[in-house]
């Protein structure tokens, strides 16, 4: 390596001995080395240094004995004032290799020249085991440096994980892990005769939201379901949790009885019956709760939930009521029904499904016009089971599809059978909403038809009017394409819109029995009469026929008979019977007031 500062190497050596001529020699040890490294603190400080250096090296050379470690040290003070590149090294050798005896006057003997190799070769050891030591001790400080942040962020990554393991990314509330966790710890930590709620909230429209308006409306519904639960429980200091899809629960860590428990539900459903605003527009919540609420000690998490799980079945599957609270006895009857459900499908297959038949009777003239057929089970050990007790379990279990088609087909060769009459009937079938997903209803419907060659004008299939709004509407249409009648089921139980009856190809309504409620006693025209009237004219104008469901006594039926009501269902004129005993009844005029001959 060549001299770095051309110049100052230009510069003619000062003949003096030692004092100014190392101070030179310092200048220029000084130039050489910071052209290549970074000389930390005032120049003058590093000056001094160099200087003092060179001397401990020319003391070095002259003290006997000699000792090279002198130029060891020198090697580690070197390094300590920093000046410790690679490069610093190497000048400094090239340096005072050719210049530190000129500089010191000794000139170039042989025996100062080995000297000056040992003493250079000890410096060089000396610089490069302090900077290798310096390294390791920097690597390590690194090291933990490094560790120490690793550990950090290991540490925020768990809670993180944690977090995420413990909370819905949807809502950011707990989710169902962390509610079991926390009625755990409240139960463990319970006093003898401390009690214990759940509330767990259902919001039912959500899947008609999500298969309507898609899942990104579903998911802003929710959000703003957690939205508004959230405030109320903070308040009250109920951990909120949202479970999965539409479920929330709410727990009531200290509840005094069931009362409590269903404040907090009806103050958490009263949050809820504002619609949500979604994209500017308004969507109902619908909000069903089951409520659980019992002794701490008997409690535990799994259970707790459960319970709260059926009783949010009970209050879905009833459409008047809000909430249920949880009762131990109904849920063993619940079990029970359990047990049928894992029968169901061999009873359909063995034939112990069959049907009644009721007559639906024209009130001019009392003529039977129609039948509807009226699913009953002959349970081989319980007996005779009525619809109550098998349609909903067939509908939960996915079950009511074969079992629909093989009413609907019993049905259609049983009115087929009735089809030599003079007055044939037709027969109405009870469709359950389910069947209407069933993607091939309407060719099971076409084939029932074929096989039992019933003209399809004497059938009618009847939805009730939830599915009328929810179903694909052109189902509806290729059934009534097909030349079936449809009508709607227990009209007037829950939906006010009455939109679908323009938009949908509707025979006939089937008035709920409640309308009848106030027309028992004769002459009766209160409330009930005026909805009646207003309803049946309303249908009548838009083309559709009435047929009044419930009809029990003589009065009722004189009142419908003068608003103009088209049919009748009810005890007044049979009970649902079997078609032998029906088929007598085609024969005769039933009973009732005011029948004109037909
Ligand atoms: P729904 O369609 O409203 O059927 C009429 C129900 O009212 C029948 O009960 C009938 O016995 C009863 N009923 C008839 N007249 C009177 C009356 O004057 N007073 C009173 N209190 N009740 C009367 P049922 O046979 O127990 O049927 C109950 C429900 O089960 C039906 O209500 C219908 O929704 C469902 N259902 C019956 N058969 C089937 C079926 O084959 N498929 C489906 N999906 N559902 C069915
Ligand atoms: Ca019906």
């Not at 079938?429 to 076409?446: G, I, R």
């Not at 599915?467 to 097909?482: E, K, Q, W, Y």
Request: aromatic letters at 4%; a positive charge; charged letters at 20%.
């Amino acid at each position: 390596m060549g001299y770095p500062d051309g110049a100052a190497a230009q510069r003619p050596e000062p003949d003096t001995a030692s004092g100014p001529t190392l101070a030179w020699l310092a200048r220029q040890w000084l130039r050489s080395v910071a052209g290549v490294a970074f000389i930390p603190g005032p120049r003058v400080r590093a000056r001094e240094c160099l200087e003092f250096l060179l001397h401990r090296l020319a003391q070095g050379l002259q003290t006997e004995p000699f000792d090279p470690a002198i130029g060891y040290l020198v090697g580690v003070d070197l390094v300590g004032a920093r000046m410790s590149s690679p490069d610093v090294l190497g000048r400094t050798l090239t340096l005072l290799g050719e210049r530190l005896l000129p500089a010191l006057g000794v000139g170039r003997q042989p025996a100062a020249e080995l000297r000056l190799q040992q003493l250079l070769g000890q410096l060089a050891v000396g610089f490069t085991t302090t900077l290798r030591d310096a390294a390791a001790g920097a690597a390590e400080e690194i090291n933990r440096a490094e560790r120490a942040v690793w550990r950090r962020q290991q540490l925020i990554l768990q809670r993180r994980m944690q977090h995420a393991l413990l909370h819905d990314p949807l809502t950011g509330l707990p989710n169902r892990s962390k509610l079991f966790d926390s009625v755990a710890t409240l139960i463990a930590d319970a006093g003898r005769d401390q009690r214990i709620g759940i509330c767990l909230i259902r919001i039912t429209r959500l899947a008609t939201v999500n298969d309507t308006l898609g899942h990104e409306v579903g998911d802003h519904l929710l959000r703003q379901v957690a939205r508004r639960l959230r405030p109320a429980a903070n308040r009250q200091g109920h951990p909120l949790a949202h479970l999965d899809g539409d479920e929330f629960a709410l727990v009531l860590p200290a509840t005094t009885g069931p009362d409590d428990a269903v404040k907090a539900a009806e103050a958490a459903l009263r949050v809820l019956v504002e619609p949500c605003v979604v994209d500017g527009h308004p969507i109902e919540v619908a909000a069903k709760a089951g409520i659980v609420e019992q002794p701490a000690a008997d409690a535990n998490a799994v259970e707790l939930l459960r319970r709260a799980h059926i009783a949010a079945g009970w209050a879905i599957a009833d459409r008047n009521r809000q909430y249920a609270v949880f009762d131990p006895q109904r849920s063993s009857v619940d079990i029970d029904r359990h047990r049928l459900a894992a029968i169901l499908p061999t009873a359909i297959r063995s034939g112990q499904f069959y049907l009644d038949y009721q007559p639906l009777v024209r009130l001019s003239d009392r003529a039977v016009v129609g039948v509807e057929a009226l699913a009953r089970w002959r349970h081989p050990t319980l007996g005779k089971l009525g619809p109550d007790q098998f349609i909903g379990l067939a509908e939960q279990t996915g079950l009511i599809q074969p079992l629909g088609l093989h009413l609907l087909e019993r049905a259609c060769e049983q009115a087929a059978r009735w089809q030599r009459r003079l007055w044939p009937p037709y027969v109405s079938v009870n469709l359950a909403p389910a069947q209407l997903q069933q993607p091939d209803l309407v060719a099971a419907v076409v084939a029932a038809l074929d096989r039992s060659r019933l003209p399809p004008c004497r059938l009618q299939l009847e939805i009730t009017e939830s599915t009328a709004i929810d179903a694909h509407h052109d189902v509806l249409r290729r059934l009534a394409g097909l030349g079936v009648r449809l009508a709607i089921d227990d009209f007037g139980t829950g939906y006010s819109s009455l939109a679908y009856l323009t938009e949908l190809p509707v025979r006939t309504v089937k008035l709920a029995a409640r309308f009848l409620d106030g027309l028992r006693e004769p002459g009766a025209a209160g409330p009930s009469s005026k909805i009646l009237d207003h309803l049946i004219t309303m249908c009548h104008d838009l083309g559709i026929s009435v047929t009044a469901e419930g009809v029990e006594s003589v009065a009722q039926a004189r009142h419908l008979e003068r608003l103009h009501c088209d049919t009748g269902q009810g005890y007044l004129f049979a009970r649902p019977t079997t078609p032998r005993r029906l088929t007598r009844m085609l024969d005769g005029r039933l009973p009732g007031p005011g029948a004109a001959p037909r």
